[in-house]
T-cell receptor, first 116, second 114 residues
Framework: DAGVIQSPRHEVTEMGQEVTLRCKPI?????LFWYRQTMMRGLELLIY????????DSGMPEDRFSAKMPNASFSTLKIQPSEPRDSAVYFC??????????????FGPGTRLLVL | AQSVAQPEDQVNVAEGNPLTVKCTYS??????LFWYVQYPNRGLQFLLK??????LVKGSYGFEAEFNKSQTSFHLKKPSALVSDSALYFC????????????FGSGTRLLVRP
């Protein structure tokens, strides 16, 4: 398996621009997670999807952030408008969940975002 | 409150020597514990996990971890370090209030010198 695929790997944009990050989870996994990693705050869970439905978005910083999962093999995280404080590495992870049992989360390579 | 602590920001060892990266946790009930490694400019890679059973868990790349319930610890170990083991290591515990959320430690940077 190719693992979790994320694109782009690097993104440099100017403040105010829209940014869209993409993720393809591992085939067969039904849970998807978006994380943000910064030096100051470490790894933060932004949003969790199960069977394409957002279950927990309590970690989404504010209304400028939105995430979608239109099907089992694709998810997007959008920031509009972007701000310099959004600069971070954004990770997507996936796992298989059955009832309350959840298997190991596997992470993608991340998207390094720099907002100027 | 549930938490994970990695008390060392950095661990330095010489190649060939044994290494230990420390992790302690605080959760209610029986913990599900994980170790991940992050190489520069890469995502987190799963190393090993403890769910139940044998307290000594073996994982990828020759790493192992020992679950100690009385000390609430889950230290990562390797008998003989390699320079290529130099990376950032994260301990995590599953949030007992949810079936999906992982609580990560702050990370420990391992530097193995030749």
């Amino acid at each position: 398996d190719a693992g979790v695929i994320q694109s782009p790997r690097h993104e440099v944009t100017e403040m105010g621009q829209e940014v869209t990050l993409r993720c393809k989870p591992i085939s067969g996994h039904n849970s998807l997670f978006w994380y943000r990693q910064t030096m100051m705050r470490g790894l933060e869970l932004l949003i969790y999807f199960n069977n394409n439905v957002p279950i927990d978005d309590s970690g989404m910083p504010e209304d400028r952030f939105s995430a979608k999962m239109p099907n089992a093999s694709f998810s997007t995280l959008k920031i509009q408008p972007s701000e310099p404080r959004d600069s971070a590495v954004y990770f997507c992870a996936s796992s298989f969940t059955s009832g309350r049992r959840q298997e190991t989360q596997y992470f993608g390579p991340g998207t390094r975002l720099l907002v100027l | 409150a549930q938490s994970v602590a990695q008390p060392e920001d950095q661990v330095n060892v010489a190649e060939g020597n044994p290494l230990t990266v420390k992790c302690t946790y605080s959760v209610s009930g029986n913990p599900y514990l994980f170790w991940y490694v992050q190489y520069p400019n890469r995502g987190l890679q799963f190393l090993l996990k403890y769910i139940t059973g044998d307290n000594l868990v073996k994982g990828s790349y020759g790493f192992e971890a020992e679950f100690n319930k009385s000390q609430t610890s889950f230290h990562l170990k390797k008998p003989s370090a390699l320079v290529s083991d130099s990376a950032l290591y994260f301990c995590a515990v599953r949030d007992m209030d949810s079936s999906y959320k992982l609580i990560f430690g702050s990370g420990t940077r391992l530097l193995v010198r030749p």
